[in-house]
């Protein structure tokens, strides 16, 4: 409650930039026999942040549609979006047919992301 109440408040990437910052070769997300860091994992959602960025039809403040299945991209894609200032629908890869569509017109989302297999 305290870092809430902070002006401006304490965000969850506020401590994960500082974790990356402090503890760059601390273990952060293990998937499967894939071990991924704090370092690792700043500078993927950086990389992304930067693809993003290019994006003509995306601004701060935004929506953004993420269609990944379970897999590590999807931490790095939401830290990427948060640096960006968007935020993230998060919709579920199974998901098909009406309940696709309710989901994306739900989020009125600018942009989509999806992985090619999608």
Same mark, same amino acid.
């Given at each position: 409650?305290?870092?809430?109440?902070? @002006?401006?408040?304490?965000?969850?990437?506020?401590?994960?930039?500082?974790?990356?910052?402090?503890? /760059?070769?601390?273990?952060? &997300?293990?998937? %499967?026999?894939? &071990?991924?860091?704090? %370092?690792?994992?700043?500078?993927?959602?950086?990389?992304?942040?930067?693809?993003?960025?290019?994006? /003509? $039809?995306?601004?701060? $403040? @935004?929506?953004?549609? +993420?269609? &990944?299945?379970?897999? /590590?991209?999807?931490? !790095?894609? !939401?830290? =990427?979006? =948060?640096?960006?200032?968007?935020?993230?629908?998060?919709?579920?890869?199974?998901?098909?047919?009406? +309940?696709?569509?309710?989901?994306?017109?739900?989020?009125? =989302? =600018?942009?989509?992301?999806?992985?090619? %297999?999608?």
């Amino acid at each position: 409650e305290r870092r809430l109440a902070r @002006q401006p408040p304490v965000t969850l990437l506020d401590v994960f930039r500082g974790h990356a910052r402090r503890r /760059p070769r601390r273990a952060l &997300l293990r998937f %499967g026999e894939e &071990l991924y860091t704090y %370092g690792d994992v700043e500078r993927r959602s950086n990389r992304v942040a930067r693809a993003l960025a290019r994006h /003509p $039809g995306l601004r701060r $403040g @935004q929506t953004v549609a +993420v269609f &990944l299945p379970n897999c /590590p991209a999807y931490v !790095w894609t !939401w830290l =990427a979006l =948060a640096k960006l200032g968007c935020a993230m629908a998060c919709v579920n890869s199974n998901a098909r047919g009406r +309940v696709l569509r309710h989901a994306l017109a739900t989020a009125e =989302a =600018a942009v989509m992301l999806t992985s090619p %297999g999608e």
